[in-house]
């Protein structure tokens, strides 16, 4: 097929990109560099059926052509972004969606858009559940973020009621792997950079606050499943496994060998207390479930970093 994913120098659409082209389809990829990282591009443009384009999903999409799927992945997604590039976010959610419904409408592929647990807030409801409408504060540093995600739900299904497209949301859980950002903002970079260079490893609140960590390729696993099948609705992907934030740093400082303590901090504003899928309709319907052990995807990430604070240091040492 002729696949579009936007997105595509992210972590996530890194990985999807990869995989598409792994099972033969033709890849365009888009991406601004907002918060993409180019090295993942320069990587995948060693493949002979991956084609660029630098572009903001704000405006026209640059495609021509017959197109099958489009993979909605464009949007910064880390904390770290959600208060400095709030209204870029807020544009991407809002207008950068409408344009790649509108490529949808036009060529007639199928949607796949990739959407967020942060749709459910703080919730109030556990494990959360697609019925669940959520717990959210429209105001708050994270509601860009949030509202946004929750906005383009409804603009995709806007699309699909009105105007027919076929369309597919996936609410995606806490998901880790190689080729995240050092600079991520989300625990487990923050983690295991902390315990690499021996510094205290942050947690906040307590570290009472539970996860679910889904390890990457399965979650692409679940995005490709989810894309062949014809359900407008959400879907939860993520893994039912809760843990708290202090065993998971305990698990870090073990893995890496760390000398590094644990050092408490208070609590960001609306930071969600539990966060854990309910999965029922992805076993159902997709017949997916995450696959990969947690301490053997922290491992391979672990390795991941390892590599590019090997790299960082001789580039440092080099100047």
């Not at 099972?23 to 660029?52: C, K, W, Y």
């Not at 669940?132 to 509202?147: A, L, W």
């Not at 996860?211 to 992907?237: H, K, Q, T, W």
Request: hydrophobic share 35%; proline share 6%.
């Amino acid at each position: 097929m002729r696949t579009v994913v936007t997105g595509a120098a992210g972590f996530i659409g890194y990985h999807l990109c990869e995989r598409l082209l792994r099972d033969g389809h033709e890849v365009i990829g888009v991406d601004s560099f907002i918060t993409g990282q180019p090295r993942n591009v320069t990587d995948l443009q060693a493949h002979e059926r991956f084609t660029f384009i630098r572009q903001d999903i704000v405006e026209p999409l640059a495609v021509t052509g017959s197109v099958d799927r489009v993979y909605n992945l464009a949007c910064p997604a880390s904390p770290v972004d959600f208060v400095p590039k709030a209204i870029e976010i807020l544009r991407t959610c809002s207008e950068g969606v409408r344009q790649v419904l509108e490529l949808c409408r036009r060529t007639g592929a199928r949607l796949m858009h990739a959407s967020t647990s942060e749709c459910y807030g703080d919730p109030l409801e556990h494990p959360q559940r697609e019925t669940y409408v959520g717990h959210v504060n429209p105001i708050g540093h994270r509601s860009p973020y949030d509202e946004g995600k929750r906005f383009a739900e409804s603009l995709v299904m806007a699309y699909h009621r009105r105007h027919g497209v076929s369309v597919g949301i996936v609410r995606i859980f806490n998901t880790y792997g190689p080729r995240m950002r050092q600079d991520d903002g989300r625990v487990l970079p923050n983690f295991i950079r902390q315990a690499l260079r021996g510094e205290p490893l942050t947690v906040y609140g307590g570290g009472t606050q539970t996860r679910s960590f889904c390890y990457v390729d399965d979650l692409v696993e679940g995005i490709v499943r989810r894309a062949e099948i014809e359900f407008p609705e959400p879907i939860n992907l993520g893994n039912c496994e809760e843990v708290t934030i202090r065993q998971v740093a305990e698990e870090i400082i073990q893995l890496t060998g760390s000398r590094s303590r644990i050092e408490s901090r208070p609590l960001p504003p609306d930071d969600p207390k539990r966060r854990q899928p309910d999965i029922t309709r992805a076993r159902e319907l997709l017949g997916w479930e995450p696959r990969t052990d947690r301490r053997e995807g922290f491992a391979r990430t672990i390795e991941y970093f390892r590599r590019i604070e090997a790299l960082e240091g001789v580039s440092r040492a080099s100047v």
